[in-house]
Nanobody, 125 residues
């Protein structure tokens, strides 16, 4: 499975962006899709995830109420709607996919098998 992330860009604080992650094909082995980000000089961190089946979502606390993850199963695409962006949201955002994993592993990037190339989000103050 190949993942193609897009939608990053430069935006002012308070603005919005929508990231997309298109999977090359649907595979029933994919259980969950996630977004991670890595800011300059920092480690990669979990942002949000969604189950392909059922649509249960998971978020990190820092983006609650501002970001929304969603999916379009027919298009094999996952979205990350980002509102109320802050300068600290500046990072390269990566989408990833994983087969069935435990609840705790959802937040662990090392448990994801497939990764997109990343898309840069820059939020100016």
């Amino acid at each position: 499975v190949q993942l193609q992330a897009s939608g990053g860009g430069l935006v002012r604080a308070g603005g919005s962006l929508r990231l997309s992650c298109a999977a090359s094909r649907r595979t029933f082995s994919i259980y969950i899709m996630g977004w991670f980000r890595q800011a300059p000089g920092k480690e990669r961190e979990f942002v949000a995830a969604i189950r392909w089946s059922g649509g249960t979502t998971y978020y990190t606390d820092s983006i609650l109420g501002r970001f929304t993850i969603s999916r379009d199963n027919a298009k094999n695409t996952v979205y990350l709607q980002m509102n109320g962006l802050k300068p600290e949201d500046t990072a390269v955002y990566y989408c990833a996919a994983a087969p069935r994993i435990s609840y705790l592993d959802i937040f662990n990037g090392a448990r994801y098998d497939y990764w997109g190339q990343g898309t840069l989000v820059t939020v100016s103050s």
